[in-house]
Structure formats: structure tokens, C-alpha cells
């Protein structure tokens, strides 16, 4: 009576962890979660079998069938390990379990001493290899160290007391048997408290990508509006630009018409300052225009360097000194220093040209009278270092990352008056970065600006020093590039 209230107990356990399997499986679907329910399933008519066994003794076919639930039970658990540490089942794996399978049910009737050695070493000393294999993986928690311990711990704990069964205690016991119990139903519930474990952390992990990819697409549509409001602010400048060279013009070529129909063209000098606004204006049409054209082109992969060997010292010197007609007319004074006589190297000259004369428009632009502008040369690490500093109003900080975008401008109550189309800086770093340069910029405001031009010094072998004269830097370029000041 007391070994049937103990397999009754075993039974509603079995049944228990195999409704609690079953369950979860339909929230988490696992294979193993879904081969240890089949296990426990086994382990039902293991126990229903084991019952009948013990009522109706020495029956041959109830004690054959106990057995091969049972090794099917263990089998399918085993199974359901080794599929959750991801070790692939090979055919001769099944194989051997087949042959077990039959010489456990072989010995059973007829060397029943095989039979136990079968079920309490063989068997549970590949759940101990499974358990050391588990407390080995690199991936381990907490959780997962616990279910190893128990791989381990309770198979040797069987072994042992089935080993005292045999030699030192003379009457048969169930000790064994709860251990057993205890094993199936500590390793079911670990293996579900670990499975919880991992979808937590999977879900955690897909929560942390969508967050991110949230905050992508957050900083995608705020890069987007911004580049929408620079558009916009881009169009309200170039409107302007527009707008006000034209105007210009139209009241210019106004007054010289009313002139000549009043035949009032005695004021020769008066016509000829409407002629010159007139044709600064036209100027300020062709540099934006030239603006428009060159970052269109450089966008494109149009553009292209004519690249000489050039003395760049004489070419920057010589530009340099081409523009301070400008600066003394608005009370600046222009300095030029080098640390070097002559340099030869690659380059192509009008758009170094074109570079140098952009940087002392803006330090013109930007600088008050009585102020100093110094162009500076030298060469370091085998760079060639063209300086252009002002000491103007200056770069904030926060724009200073901006300042060579296209179409950013510094956004300051004090520039007003000296408001452009905000594509020259960016023109000017395209072409510097087509010479495999950088400009660096260092300002502070109301500590004027230093703009950096770093060149490698390379020159192109087996051709000529091309002769550069100071003729060569056209008065019209200069014009066009000074006639929005």
C-alpha cells in the first residue's frame, strides 16, 4: 500500500509538470520544452505500468513495457538537453539508444543485474555528461549553472543509492525513485525559469534595436526638417540676392533713361556711377551664378583639376595683394608673411586662386575698419599651411561645425548687412578637398577668425614650373568676387 500512495504521488507529479509543459509551450514554442513534455507523458505510463506491477508481480509484459516507457522517458528528456544546448542529434546516437532499449528488456528477464546497471549507471551517467557540459558552456547564468548542478548531482546521487541497495540495504527502497522525481522536476522547472529567462532578454534586445531604430529614424526626420528649413532659408537668401542686384539695375538703367529723355546727360560722372552700380550688380549675378554652377558640377563629379606645377608662394602673394585696393577702401590693411621664398607643387591655380580671393572677401566682409587681415605661409610635416586670419567679429562655436555646409550661414543680428547665398565657404572647402586638402577654421566671437588651408606638397613629375605672372590674376575675376561687399 505504501509503494502505490508513492507511485500515485509520482503519478499527479508527472501529470503536473506535463499540463505545466504543455502550457507554457503554447506561450514560448521550444523544442525542448515540447520533447520534455512528451518525457513527462512517457513518465505517466512509466508510473501507471510501475503500478500494475506492483499489484500483478512477475508478469513479464507489464514489467517489459515499465521498462521501455521508462527508457523512451529518459531518452526523449535526454533528447530535449541536448537540443537546448544546441548539439546536433546524429543517427548513431539513435542507433545506440535502440540497442539499449532492447538489451535493458533483454536483460530484464533474463540477467536482471544488466537491466539496473542500464538504468541507474548508463542512463544517468549520460545526464552527467550533459550537466558537466552545461557548468562548461561560455554562456552561462545563474540559472543555467543550477540546471548543470542538477544534470549532475542527482544521476550520481541514484547511482549511489542504488549501489546501496544493492550491497548494503537488503529491502528494496524508493529513495532512488524520489530522487529521480526530484531530478525531472527541478531540470523542468529550471529549463522553464531559464527559457523565461532568454525570451526576457530577447525581448529586451529586440526593445533596445527598435529604440534605436526609433531614434534613427527620429534623427533622419530631423535632419530632414532641417534641411527643410535651410532649403527654405536657402530660398528666402537667394530670393534676396536675387532680388536686390536687380533692382539695383532697374533703378540704375531708370535714371539713365529718364536722362537721356531729358537730354540731362551734362552730369557725365553721375551716368558713369549708374554704369558702375550697374555693372557691380551684374558682377554679384555672375558670382552667384558661378556659385550655382561650380556645386552643381562638383556634386555631380563634373568638375575637374588642371593641375601644374605651380610657385604656389608667388600665386597666393600675388592674389593677396591683387585685393588691397578693396581693403584700403574700407580702412583695412592686408599683411602678408612667409616662412618660405619658393614652393613649388601641384595645383591647379585658378581655383586656388579663387579660394584665397573667397576667404579675403568674407575677412573683408566681416571686418571693421582699422582692422588687419594677415595671409600667412608655411610648411609643416610636409604640408603646406596657408593662413587667413581677420580680426573681425568672429565665429560662434556652435557654428563653427556648420559654418562650411551648403547653404548654412552665421545667424547673427550684426551680418545683415553682409548677408549671402551660403554656398561660398562650402565651394571653397570642395575645392580644397579636391587637392586631397583641409581647411580648418579657429574663431571666437569678437576675436576675428582664422581660416587653415592644408595642401600635401606634391608636385607632378617630369613637367615644367608653368610661369605664373601677376597679370594672370584678372581684375574681372576679382570684381566678380568682391562685388557683393
Same mark, same amino acid.
Given at each position: 500500500?505504501?509503494?502505490?500512495?508513492?507511485? $500515485? /504521488? @509520482?503519478?499527479?507529479?508527472?501529470?503536473?509538470?506535463? #499540463?505545466?509543459?504543455? +502550457?507554457? %509551450?503554447?506561450?514560448? =514554442?521550444? &523544442?525542448?520544452?515540447?520533447?520534455?513534455?512528451?518525457?513527462?507523458?512517457?513518465?505517466?505510463?512509466?508510473?501507471?505500468?510501475?503500478?500494475?506491477?506492483?499489484?500483478?508481480?512477475?508478469?513479464?509484459?507489464?514489467?517489459?513495457?515499465?521498462?521501455?516507457?521508462?527508457?523512451?522517458?529518459?531518452?526523449?528528456?535526454?533528447?530535449?538537453?541536448?537540443?537546448?544546448?544546441?548539439?546536433?542529434?546524429?543517427?548513431?546516437?539513435?542507433?545506440?539508444?535502440?540497442?539499449?532499449?532492447?538489451?535493458?528488456?533483454?536483460?530484464?528477464?533474463?540477467?536482471?543485474?544488466?537491466?539496473?546497471?542500464?538504468?541507474?549507471? $548508463? /542512463? @544517468?551517467?549520460?545526464?552527467?555528461?550533459?550537466?558537466? #557540459?552545461?557548468?562548461? +558552456?561560455? %554562456?552561462?547564468?545563474? =540559472?543555467? &549553472?543550477?540546471?548543470?548542478?542538477?544534470?549532475?548531482?542527482?544521476?550520481?546521487?541514484?547511482?549511489?543509492?542504488?549501489?546501496?541497495?544493492?550491497?548494503?540495504?537488503?529491502?528494496?527502497?524508493?529513495?532512488?525513485?524520489?530522487?529521480?522525481?526530484?531530478?525531472?522536476?527541478?531540470?523542468?522547472?529550471?529549463?522553464?525559469?531559464?527559457?523565461?529567462?532568454?525570451?526576457?532578454?530577447?525581448?529586451?534586445?529586440?526593445?533596445?534595436?527598435?529604440?534605436?531604430?526609433?531614434?534613427?529614424?527620429?534623427?533622419?526626420?530631423?535632419?530632414?526638417?532641417?534641411?527643410?528649413?535651410?532649403?527654405?532659408?536657402?530660398?528666402?537668401?537667394?530670393?534676396?540676392?536675387?532680388?536686390?542686384?536687380?533692382?539695383?539695375?532697374? +533703378?540704375?538703367?531708370?535714371?539713365?533713361?529718364?536722362?537721356?529723355?531729358?537730354?540731362?546727360?551734362?552730369?557725365?560722372?553721375?551716368?558713369?556711377?549708374?554704369?558702375?552700380?550697374?555693372?557691380?550688380?551684374?558682377?554679384?549675378?555672375?558670382?552667384?551664378?558661378?556659385?550655382?554652377?561650380?556645386?552643381?558640377?562638383?556634386?555631380?563629379?563634373?568638375?575637374?583639376?588642371?593641375?601644374?606645377?605651380?610657385?604656389?608662394?608667388?600665386?597666393?602673394?600675388?592674389?593677396?595683394?591683387?585685393?588691397?585696393?578693396?581693403?584700403?577702401?574700407?580702412?583695412?590693411?592686408?599683411?602678408?608673411?612667409?616662412?618660405?621664398?619658393?614652393?613649388?607643387?601641384?595645383?591647379?591655380?585658378?581655383?586656388?586662386?579663387?579660394?584665397?580671393?573667397?576667404?579675403?572677401?568674407?575677412?573683408?566682409?566681416?571686418?571693421?575698419?582699422?582692422?588687419?587681415?594677415?595671409?600667412?605661409?608655411?610648411?609643416?610635416?610636409?604640408?603646406?599651411?596657408?593662413?587667413?586670419?581677420?580680426?573681425?567679429?568672429?565665429?560662434?562655436?556652435?557654428?563653427?561645425?556648420?559654418?562650411?555646409?551648403?547653404?548654412?550661414?552665421?545667424?547673427?543680428?550684426?551680418?545683415?548687412?553682409?548677408?549671402?547665398?551660403?554656398?561660398?565657404?562650402?565651394?571653397?572647402?570642395?575645392?580644397?578637398?579636391?587637392?586631397?586638402?583641409?581647411?580648418?577654421?579657429?574663431?571666437?566671437?569678437?576675436?576675428?577668425?582664422?581660416?587653415?588651408?592644408?595642401?600635401?606638397?606634391?608636385?607632378?613629375?617630369?613637367?615644367?614650373?608653368?610661369?605664373?605672372?601677376?597679370?594672370?590674376?584678372?581684375?574681372?575675376?576679382?570684381?566678380?568676387?568682391?562685388?557683393?561687399?
Amino acid at each position: 500500500m505504501h509503494d502505490i500512495t508513492f507511485f $500515485l /504521488i @509520482m503519478l499527479f507529479i508527472y501529470a503536473t509538470l506535463a #499540463l505545466i509543459c504543455i +502550457s507554457f %509551450n503554447t506561450i514560448y =514554442s521550444k &523544442k525542448y520544452i515540447n520533447l520534455i513534455s512528451v518525457s513527462h507523458i512517457l513518465g505517466i505510463f512509466t508510473v501507471i505500468f510501475s503500478i500494475f506491477n506492483n499489484i500483478i508481480q512477475f508478469n513479464h509484459i507489464i514489467s517489459s513495457s515499465t521498462v521501455l516507457f521508462f527508457l523512451m522517458a529518459n531518452f526523449i528528456a535526454i533528447l530535449a538537453l541536448l537540443n537546448f544546448l544546441n548539439i546536433i542529434i546524429k543517427p548513431i546516437y539513435k542507433c545506440t539508444a535502440l540497442i539499449i532499449v532492447i538489451v535493458d528488456i533483454y536483460s530484464l528477464n533474463f540477467f536482471p543485474q544488466g537491466s539496473v546497471f542500464i538504468h541507474k549507471v $548508463l /542512463i @544517468m551517467s549520460i545526464y552527467v555528461v550533459i550537466g558537466i #557540459l552545461m557548468l562548461k +558552456s561560455k %554562456n552561462n547564468n545563474i =540559472s543555467r &549553472k543550477f540546471l548543470g548542478v542538477c544534470c549532475v548531482v542527482f544521476p550520481i546521487a541514484q547511482m549511489i543509492f542504488q549501489i546501496l541497495i544493492m550491497f548494503v540495504i537488503n529491502y528494496a527502497s524508493n529513495l532512488d525513485l524520489a530522487l529521480y522525481v526530484l531530478q525531472s522536476l527541478a531540470s523542468s522547472l529550471i529549463l522553464i525559469l531559464v527559457t523565461m529567462e532568454d525570451e526576457r532578454k530577447d525581448l529586451n534586445k529586440h526593445m533596445n534595436v527598435l529604440e534605436e531604430e526609433v531614434k534613427n529614424k527620429e534623427e533622419i526626420i530631423n535632419k530632414a526638417n532641417e534641411l527643410d528649413k535651410l532649403k527654405a532659408e536657402f530660398l528666402a537668401n537667394i530670393s534676396h540676392e536675387l532680388r536686390t542686384p536687380i533692382n539695383i539695375i532697374f +533703378s540704375s538703367v531708370q535714371l539713365v533713361e529718364f536722362n537721356l529723355s531729358k537730354e540731362r546727360l551734362d552730369n557725365k560722372h553721375r551716368t558713369l556711377d549708374y554704369l558702375k552700380t550697374m555693372k557691380q550688380n551684374c558682377y554679384r549675378l555672375i558670382k552667384l551664378s558661378n556659385n550655382f554652377i561650380d556645386m552643381s558640377k562638383i556634386e555631380a563629379g563634373f568638375m575637374e583639376l588642371d593641375l601644374h606645377n605651380i610657385e604656389i608662394v608667388k600665386l597666393i602673394e600675388d592674389t593677396t595683394l591683387s585685393i588691397v585696393p578693396f581693403a584700403e577702401d574700407r580702412g583695412i590693411n592686408i599683411i602678408f608673411d612667409t616662412e618660405i621664398e619658393e614652393k613649388v607643387m601641384a595645383c591647379d591655380w585658378e581655383k586656388i586662386e579663387r579660394v584665397i580671393l573667397n576667404l579675403l572677401s568674407n575677412a573683408i566682409k566681416f571686418t571693421q575698419k582699422g582692422g588687419d587681415i594677415e595671409v600667412y605661409m608655411c610648411i609643416k610635416k610636409k604640408k603646406l599651411i596657408i593662413s587667413i586670419k581677420d580680426n573681425g567679429i568672429g565665429i560662434p562655436k556652435h557654428m563653427q561645425e556648420k559654418i562650411f555646409d551648403r547653404f548654412t550661414q552665421v545667424k547673427d543680428g550684426m551680418l545683415k548687412e553682409n548677408e549671402g547665398s551660403g554656398i561660398g565657404l562650402s565651394l571653397v572647402k570642395s575645392l580644397v578637398e579636391m587637392h586631397n586638402g583641409k581647411i580648418v577654421l579657429e574663431s571666437d566671437i569678437n576675436h576675428g577668425c582664422k581660416f587653415n588651408i592644408i595642401l600635401p606638397c606634391k608636385t607632378i613629375d617630369e613637367e615644367n614650373i608653368k610661369n605664373f605672372e601677376p597679370e594672370d590674376i584678372s581684375m574681372r575675376k576679382i570684381e566678380i568676387e568682391f562685388s557683393d561687399l
